[in-house]
């Protein structure tokens, strides 16, 4: 079989060959005859152009001579000038014949000369083509030769002519010479008939001869052509009745194949038990061609063993009942390997219905295989996947109903995914809201555009389980859709938040209780009030606020240790916490410093229980070691009749009350009234706000320098120079230092901060400028006041400019109130600078229960930890968690932390632990002086 098809494309290929040859002699011979009648046509055309040619010539001698003889005899001028126009024209062939000879000839000049001759310019090129190709063959040499002779003849002709006009011209017509020359030209004229004869039969015998080629060539080529197409003719029938032979085995074997799909293709033989298999399916399979056995067994040796039972069936009912045979089994290939394949085939039977061939194709079908295994693997993925993670995910149809759950989704609803399988969602998951105490709707089917917006917003819901228990959760709804967009179902995800609830709970405690003595904190207390004075207004209820500060607190702490001092504290807050009613408020404040809010109280009672409390912590005696610790506590109280409008008011006016019992001698009660205000607190700022204007007025503010050292290793590799910030200090009149704790208040009161942050800003960029050889980050601070000013950013582009700083070298710090007041100017200024390159850090930070929610809107470098969190980080854990939290959040912010009040090596190791990049206090250096001459000594080694 595979030498039968092997000859079969041998006798195709030599066919095509000796076909290929056929074709190309018929075009030469038909291309010899073209070219050759061709040029003998034009041959033929220009000769016939010369032969007209000699014509003009011939007349133009005959008229020259006889208007010379005329001449000769009459004299008369317009005789020679007919001598002269007749003549023209042979002179004008032979200076065309001149420039043919030229090696490049002048297509212009002989142009021209031929147009003197007569000849058309559309015979012009034929000729001079003619001329230049031909004047050296047999064909054209005869008649130039005697061109030449001819052209003697004219050129004595031309000079007898000049000699006889001179003669006449002279007078001497009459004389010998002149009857001379009028001889010599009939002597010319008669030497020049058989020249020009002879030229005119040369022509004509080239115009016969080139004839009689053209005639023979013809001949011949006709004779070749004829005899090459019959041999062509006989050749082409012969060949066609073998290629009808092969073209119907072909489309026998084709059509059946095809009735498949084209892939490989075999035919099988049952009456010669003889296989056929094309050359695709041998490439297919990695064999060459005629690798395989031929035999019919031997095709079933390519299958698979485990797949060889199903192949044997599906060829047995072919062929018996004539059941499709299309069947996917594995082949062996030549590298020992196997490929999956699908193998479809049909039977040709006889007159009786018995098969007795079968023609098939098998096509690759490996990456299907390769897929569904890949999508198999994938889905046994997806399943461990969801079974692995921690939120429960159920699926349902377009009905609601449950068609899948995960495990945490069974614990979650605390049912079984067999008792929840084509359940209705709703009867299996049962919703309820804490906040509103009733069940919530979910969808049981696919999702409205506003139910999916919608689910999962409540922040309150838990699932009730058959048990009776309930379990706080998450909820979300999402729809899924088919390739046409159509939904068909939904996937609902719970998330169990029990713990994450408890931790908000826990810090929503925390974030209105002081932590040391498990009261109420500033915030709330100012909270309590604000909506106590609600209540008043509507209800005109009376009520009292008390302010307590202990007295000589800081004596406890000096003498006996902070460990002293707070359980002194605890004991305190005990104390009056025994005095006080249920509905009553106690609130510490900070530091030595508590809060009652008195409800529903008359002014004369608020006075008593504010006695009753004095003498309460008056009779504290506390042991400690072999001491007792005492305190006393100096109240102010504000009531009702005040008419104070908010709690900062109120605050202010218990303060002010607080500070004129401290001045009265301690250890008492007083009433807030208008002129207390007017008679301390106000004064006293007063006082220090015309001293902060004299400082400045006098230029006795002075600046310190802290440092700000780093704890990570990456930060000790990546730092350059020194870090520290600039603190502000004033000089007293005596030169004394006068810490800001004293003065900004009053600076903050009468407006004279912006002054300040000036005059700081100012110094700081010459200190910088003076100190340009240390690289490094300078900390500026920036009061509430500046921040909100906004010529703020002019002054420090300004100042940079004047000092010619560069601002990267420069950090402001922005309190937390200050960011809290003013966020949005705060958070355009920042912007602003930090496109100069300034960096920046939020200071105190921690003390607002809202902080992590300016990382999102402020652009920092830094974040500061507020001191309260980090001095008391080596014996409070809940310092130390709040420490690590805001570090943890920072760093995911990409912030880097600072901690205040490092006031020991303890805290420095601490904070290095937990992850703090910066460090800053007493632990790690004290403010220093920055001296006269604007330099660092001291920080040099930082």
Request: hydrophobic content about 40%.
């Amino acid at each position: 079989m595979i030498e039968l098809q092997s000859k079969e494309r041998t006798h195709e290929g030599l066919g095509a060959r000796r076909s290929a040859a056929a074709v190309f002699s018929l075009w030469l011979v038909a291309a010899v005859i073209t070219i050759s009648a061709s040029l003998s046509v034009a041959c033929m055309s220009f000769l016939l152009d010369y032969v007209a040619a000699e014509s003009q010539w011939s007349k133009g001698q005959k008229d020259a001579a006889h208007a010379l003889e005329r001449f000769a005899g009459s004299g008369a001028e317009a005789d020679y000038q007919a001598f002269l126009q007749g003549i023209a024209v042979p002179l004008a062939y032979r200076r065309a014949k001149f420039e043919l000879n030229k090696a490049q000839f002048d297509p212009a000049a002989l142009a021209g000369a031929l147009a003197n001759g007569n000849i058309t310019p559309k015979d012009i090129d034929g000729m001079a083509w003619l001329y230049r190709n031909f004047k050296n063959t047999p064909l054209f040499s005869p008649a130039l030769n005697l061109w030449d002779s001819g052209d003697q003849y004219i050129l004595e002709l031309h000079d007898i002519g000049h000699q006889l006009h001179a003669l006449v011209a002279a007078g001497k017509a009459n004389d010998p010479a002149a009857l001379a020359l009028a001889a010599e030209v009939q002597d010319i004229d008669l030497q020049l008939a058989p020249v020009e004869r002879g030229f005119s039969s040369a022509l004509e015998d080239a115009a016969r001869g080139t004839r009689k080629a053209l005639i023979l060539a013809l001949s011949a080529s006709c004779l070749l052509l004829a005899g090459v197409f019959t041999l062509f003719i006989r050749r082409s029938f012969a060949q066609r009745e073998q290629l009808d032979a092969q073209l119907h085995l072909s489309e026998e074997r084709l059509g059946l194949g095809f009735e498949g799909i084209n892939a490989g293709l075999w035919d099988f033989d049952f009456e010669r038990d003889r296989v056929y298999y094309s050359p695709q399916l041998y490439e297919q399979l990695g064999y060459r061609v005629g690798e395989l056995s031929l035999d019919g067994l031997g095709s079933f040796s390519l299958i698979h063993p485990d797949d060889l039972p199903l192949a044997r069936v599906a060829l047995r009912d072919h062929l018996t009942s004539d059941a499709v045979f299309d069947v996917e089994i594995r082949l062996r290939m030549g590298h020992g390997g196997y490929l999956w394949c699908r193998a479809h085939g049909k039977a040709l039977r006889n007159a009786k219905g018995r098969a007795f061939r079968m023609v098939g194709c098998v096509f690759d079908v490996s990456d299907r295989k390769r897929a569904e295994a890949s999508a198999r693997e994938e889905k046994e993925l997806a399943q461990i996947t969801l079974d692995s993670i921690g939120d429960g995910v159920i699926r349902t149809d377009d009905g609601g109903r449950v068609t899948y759950c995960n495990a945490m989704a069974e614990q979650i609803l605390g049912r079984s995914a067999i008792e929840m399988h084509a359940q209705p969602f709703e009867s299996v998951c049962v919703l309820g809201d804490d906040a509103r105490s009733e069940r919530v709707a979910h969808c049981a089917g696919p999702l409205t555009p506003q139910h999916a917006f919608n689910s999962g917003a409540t922040q309150n819901l838990y699932v009730a389980r058959p048990d009776g228990s309930r379990l706080p959760v998450s909820y979300s709804a999402t729809n899924m859709r088919d390739t046409k967009g159509n939904a068909i179902g939904t996937v609902v995800v719970l998330r169990d938040v029990s713990a994450e609830r408890q931790h908000a709970a826990t810090l929503a405690y925390q974030a209105a209780h002081d932590e040391l003595t498990d009261l109420f904190n500033r915030r709330e207390f100012e909270h309590r009030i604000n909506r106590m004075l609600e209540q008043s207004t509507s209800s005109n209820l009376e009520y009292a606020v008390l302010f307590l500060d202990l007295d000589q607190f800081k004596i406890v702490n000096d003498t006996c240790g902070h460990e002293a001092g707070d359980e002194l504290i605890r004991h305190v807050s005990a104390t009056l916490k025994g005095c006080l009613r249920e509905d009553d408020m106690l609130a510490r404040l900070g530091g030595d410093e508590f809060g009652v809010v008195l409800q529903d109280c008359a002014t004369q009672e608020a006075l008593r229980v504010a006695d009753c409390l004095r003498l309460a912590v008056e009779n504290i005696h506390l042991p400690w070691f072999d001491v007792f610790l005492t305190t006393g506590v100096s109240i102010g109280v504000v009531t009702g009749a005040t008419n104070l409008k908010s709690s900062k008011e109120i605050m202010k006016a218990a303060d002010v009350a607080c500070y004129v019992a401290k001045e009265k001698g301690r250890n008492r009660v007083h009433r807030f009234s208008h002129d207390d205000q007017e008679s301390s607190a106000a004064h006293s700022q007063m006082v220090w706000a015309s001293r902060v204007k004299a400082t400045l007025a006098h230029d006795r503010f002075c600046l310190y320098a802290q440092k700000i050292v780093p704890l990570g290793l990456q930060q000790v590799e990546e730092r350059r120079g020194i870090h520290v910030e600039l603190l502000l200090r004033m000089k007293d009149e005596t030169g004394a230092i006068v810490p800001p704790s004293h003065f900004i208040g009053a600076a903050e009161r009468f407006n004279l901060m912006p002054a300040i942050d000036r005059w700081v800003i100012d110094r700081a960029f010459s200190i910088i400028a003076a100190n340009a050889h240390e690289n490094g980050t300078w900390s500026i601070n920036l009061s509430g006041e500046s921040v909100g000013d906004e010529r703020i950013f002019d002054y420090i582009t300004d100042q940079q400019q004047r000092w010619g700083i560069s601002l990267e070298r420069v950090c402001f710090e922005i309190t937390e109130t200050a960011a809290i007041t003013n966020l949005h100017r705060v958070a355009a200024l920042i912007n602003r600078l930090r496109a100069l390159g300034c960096r920046f850090a939020l200071d105190d930070f921690g003390t607002g229960m809202s902080s992590f929610n300016y990382l999102k809107h402020l652009s920092i470098d830094y974040l500061k930890i507020d001191g309260s969190f980090v001095r008391g980080i080596e014996n409070c854990s809940l310092d130390r968690s709040i420490v690590r939290s805001i570090t943890q959040v920072a760093h995911e912010a990409g912030k880097l932390v600072i901690a205040e009040f490092a006031e020991n090596q303890a805290i420095i190791e601490c904070l290095r632990e937990m992850g703090v990049d910066y460090a800053q206090g007493y632990g790690v250096g004290l403010p220093e002086p920055i001296s006269a001459s604007l330099t660092l000594p001291a920080l040099q080694d930082i």
